[in-house]
C-alpha cells in the first residue's frame, strides 16, 4: 500500500513506508514528551508509538497534580492511516523538526486535556547505537535522539487548569527493536536471566547557559557496562558539544525503597573538567505502568500489542508515597518502572532534569538484596 511519504524522497529499502526492514514483531518508533511546572505543582507526560508489523498506533497522557497520576491510554489500527499521528483524541504535530511540537489531548470521557507546544532550547542528541543478543536472539536493535526544552500552552487535570509557561520540558524519540513491545516476548532459554542485577541511570537536564544528556549502565558489582553522554549548548552559542568520559554516582534513598531522595553525580568531560550535579524529586516518580508500559493496559500486555480496532482507557493512582502505588481504593497496584523529574544544580548553577534511576536486583555498593 502507499501513503503520503512514499511520494517523498527518503526511502531507505526497496520498500514502500507501510512496511518495515525486519520482521521482528517488536519493532517501534515512538515519541516521548515530559512537561513540568517549576514549582513541582503539575506535569504530564505524552507519548505516541506506532508498531507496524503489529498493525498497531498508540499513545498516552499522564499527568500528576496533588499526588495523584491521571492515566489515559489509547490504541488503534495502524491501517489504513499509517501516516497519521493520532489516536482518539491525542495528536502529536510535527511543527519544526528537531524543535517545535504540537501536543493536543482534546476533551472526552477521561479526567484530562491539553494543548502544548515542546520547544527545544538545546541541540538533539542521537545516543549511542544500542544492540545486544541473547541466546541467538536479538534482544535490543534500536537509536533514540534526547533533547531539553521549554514547553507552553494549557494542562487540564480533572477540572483544574494550569497554564504552562516556560515549564522544564524533556523528550526522547527512539525506533528500532527493543523488549517488551507488541504483547510477548519469544522463549529461548530455559535459564532464568537477570539473576545479576543492575543499575541504570539516565539524565536530560538544562541549567541557564547549557544542559547534557548521559546515561550510565553498571552490573550489581559497580562494573560499567556503557556510559553515553555529553554536554552541549545552545545552537546559537556556536560551541561543540564535550563528551562525558566518566561518572561517579552517591544515591540516597527513601527508607525502605529503590526510590532515591537525592542524587549527587560528577560527571567528568574530555577535557577532564568535573561537573557536579545535586539532584531531588520535583513531585513523586511516573508510575508507567499507567502509560501503558511493561504489564500496562487492562490486558497487561503492555504497549505495542493489537488489541481491537480501538481501546481507550483511563485510571488514577494514589502516587503519595514515593515507592508504593495504590487505586484511589486502597488496593495496591503494580507501579511499572519510575522515572523521576527533579531540580538540580550543576557546579551550583539551578536548573531542572529527567532522571530515571533504576535498580533492579542486588547491588553491593548501596546495600540493596535481591528482590
Known amino acids: ?28 518508533d515512538r515519541y516521548w514528551f515530559e512537561a513540568v511546572a517549576p514549582d513541582g505543582g503539575a506535569g504530564a507526560l505524552v507519548s505516541m508509538g506506532r508498531y507496524p508489523n503489529m498493525n498497531v498506533l498508540d499513545g498516552f497522557v499522564a499527568a500528576q497534580t496533588e499526588g495523584k497520576q491521571y492515566n489515559v491510554r489509547f490504541s488503534r489500527e495502524l491501517r489504513p492511516a499509517f501516516a497519521e499521528t493520532k489516536v482518539g483524541g491525542l495528536s502529536v504535530s510535527l511543527v519544526e523538526p528537531l524543535r517545535v511540537l504540537r501536543l493536543r489531548l482534546e ?68 525506533w ?5 513491545v507488541g504483547g510477548f516476548e519469544p522463549v529461548t532459554s530455559g535459564a532464568a536471566g537477570g539473576a545479576g542485577g543492575r543499575l541504570f541511570i539516565w539524565l536530560a537536564f538544562r541549567v541557564d547557559e547549557f544542559g547534557g544528556y548521559v546515561q550510565l549502565h553498571e552490573d550489581h558489582m559497580g562494573r560499567r557496562q556503557s556510559l553515553d553522554g555529553a554536554l552541549v ?19 540516597t534513598f527513601h527508607e525502605g525503597t529503590r526510590a532515591f531522595s537525592h542524587a549527587r553525580l560528577v560527571l567528568t568531560t574530555e577535557d577532564e573538567k568535573r561537573w557536579e550535579v545535586e539532584a531531588e524529586p520535583l513531585f ?20 505495542g500489542a493489537y488489541r481491537s480496532e480501538y481501546v481507550e482507557e483511563t485510571d488514577v493512582y494514589d502516587v503519595s508515597h514515593p515507592e508504593i502505588v495504590r487505586n484511589l481504593d486502597g488496593a495496591q497496584v503494580p507501579s511499572g518502572h519510575r522515572e523521576q523529574p527533579v531540580r538540580l544544580s550543576v557546579n551550583g548553577k539551578p536548573g531542572f532534569g529527567h532522571l530515571p534511576i533504576m535498580v533492579m536486583g542486588p547491588n553491593q555498593r548501596y546495600g540493596l538484596q535481591a528482590q
Open 176 to 180: 528500532g527493536v527493543r523488549p517488551g
Open 1 to 28: 500500500m502507499l501513503t503520503d511519504l512514499d511520494d517523498t524522497l527518503l526511502h531507505q529499502a526497496p520498500l514502500p513506508f507501510a512496511f518495515v526492514g525486519t520482521s521482528d514483531h517488536r519493532f517501534y
Open 107 to 174: 476533551e472526552g470521557d477521561h479526567p484530562l486535556s491539553c494543548d502544548l507546544t515542546w520547544t527545544g532550547s538545546l541541540p538533539a542528541r542521537l545516543e549511542d547505537h544500542s544492540f545486544s543478543r541473547s541466546q541467538g536472539r536479538v534482544v535490543s536493535d534500536m537509536y533514540r535522539f534526547a533533547q531539553v526544552g521549554t514547553v507552553g500552552g494549557s494542562l487540564s487535570i480533572d477540572g483544574h487548569d494550569f497554564a504552562a509557561a516556560d515549564w522544564f520540558g524533556a523528550r526522547d524519540h527512539s
Open 284 to 303: 513523586t516518580a511516573w508510575a508507567y505502568k499507567g502509560t501503558g508500559y511493561g504489564t500496562g493496559y487492562n490486558d497487561e500486555k503492555g504497549l
Open 233 to 251: 549548548w545552545p545552537a546559537e552559542a556556536g560551541r561543540p558539544e564535550l563528551r562525558i568520559v566518566d561518572m561517579e554516582h552517591d544515591l
